[in-house]
């Protein structure tokens, strides 16, 4: 089963706008990611908050994360035509045999219009 | 330096058949994790290899098995495959065991039973 929930599903702006995708989670982490991934390949990583971090900045990303609401934010600014994707959100928790397991949403097709 | 890589790319196999993948790390890391992702989903977690050991466990049947090898390079076994299995297969490698932090993905296995 999934952990996360994204928001919206699928995402549809003009090149240049922003772009927000939302992520919410069940239980408690120890960090989130978010990730891309490119027509059904390889997952890229975008960016780690860690649970004791409110926000986080990387090039055009800006995520938030809000442990008291087990939300998470993604936000592009600019956006341009390569941000065209899925975008994944992933929660981390260590488990008692100290394994990492990221469990991830079902993430926002997002599709830039030139 | 090399990434992580998967082969094969393709796969098409016939109910009821076994298939096996593959999945070299990314240079100097020593844990493999591998996920399941079917059309229009996150991945999902099936288990993860450290020190040729099977560390954690998703909830896949036994008929989903792995190997890790002395290179730390990996295998995943499917047996008696199912229409179901149908998705596309990633292998993910992080450094250690402890640490919280990204995990590189390959390019996948795209696996079509037929």
């Known amino acids: 089963s999934q952990q996360g929930e994204e928001d919206p599903q699928a995402l549809s702006i003009q090149e240049g706008e922003n772009a927000t995708m939302n992520c919410s989670y069940k239980?408690?982490?120890?960090?989130l990611q978010w990730y891309r991934q490119n027509s059904g390949r390889g997952l890229v990583h975008l960016i780690l908050?860690?649970?004791?971090?409110r926000e986080k900045h990387s090039g055009r990303l800006r995520v938030t994360l809000d442990t008291s609401k087990k939300s998470s934010s993604l936000l592009i600014t600019a956006s341009r035509a390569a941000d065209t994707a899925s975008y994944f959100c992933?929660?981390?928790?260590?488990?008692?045999?100290?394994?990492?397991?990221?469990?991830f949403g079902q993430g926002t097709r997002l599709t830039i219009n030139p | 330096d090399a990434g992580v890589t998967q082969s094969p790319t393709h796969l098409i196999k016939t109910r009821g058949q076994q298939v096996t993948l593959r999945c070299s790390p990314k240079?100097?890391?020593?844990?493999v994790s591998w996920y399941q992702q079917a059309l229009g989903q996150g991945p999902q977690f099936i288990f993860q290899?450290?020190?040729?050991?099977?560390?954690q466990r998703g909830n896949f049947p036994d008929r989903f098995s792995g190997h890790q090898f002395p290179n730390y390079s990996s295998e995943l076994n499917v047996n008696a495959l199912l229409l179901g299995d149908s998705a596309l297969y990633l292998c993910?490698?992080?450094?250690?065991?402890?640490?919280?932090?990204?995990?590189?993905f390959g390019q996948g296995t795209r696996l079509t039973v037929v």
């Open positions: 993910a490698s992080s450094l250690v065991l402890w640490a919280l932090g990204e995990a590189f």
């Open positions: 239980t408690s982490i120890n960090n």
């Open positions: 908050i860690r649970s004791n971090e």
């Open positions: 992933a929660t981390e928790a260590v488990s008692v045999q100290g394994a990492q397991k990221l469990v």
């Open positions: 240079s100097g890391h020593d844990t």
């Open positions: 290899y450290y020190e040729e050991e099977e560390r």
